[in-house]
């Protein structure tokens, strides 16, 4: 199973995020990973939830423009050191990260990663090879 990334695109105005999450609160969904970034115009706020379907469907009922999208999660051990193992793999195998970001879950000495790659694929077969443990569900 895939894990996936529901990226909801906000008017850049005073509390459009306190929405989102109330909406997601109310329909009973957990966040597992958020990152938010802005323009002058809008932001982009990207979740991981631990329930797709149930965040989809309370998202668009209240009108918010949504998108889900395939993304690599992998656990690192949280020691200096670590993320810059998993750089090296992709730049010497030429895997071009969109972007990155942590996740809110975590257990004692690691991390989660979370990776939108140019290529899924070839990414996310390059994580298995060299042992890492990939993350499919929160």
Do not use: C, W
């Amino acid at each position: 199973m895939e894990l996936k990334q529901i990226t909801v695109f906000l008017e850049n105005k005073a509390g459009r995020l306190g929405e989102v999450t109330r909406v997601l609160a109310e329909a009973g969904v957990n966040m597992r990973a958020i990152s938010i970034a802005d323009t002058a115009d809008f932001g982009i706020l990207r979740l991981i939830v631990d329930q797709d379907a149930v965040a989809l469907k309370a998202l668009g009922e209240a009108g918010f423009t949504i998108r889900i999208t395939p993304i690599a999660a992998v656990e690192i051990e949280d020691k200096p050191g670590s993320l810059a193992h998993v750089m090296e793999l992709f730049q010497k195998s030429q895997v071009n990260i969109e972007y990155l970001y942590a996740s809110l879950e975590s257990k004692k000495g690691k991390a989660v990663v979370i990776f939108k790659l140019a290529d899924h694929e070839k990414g996310l077969q390059l994580l298995k090879d060299n042992g890492l443990a990939i993350v499919y569900s929160f």
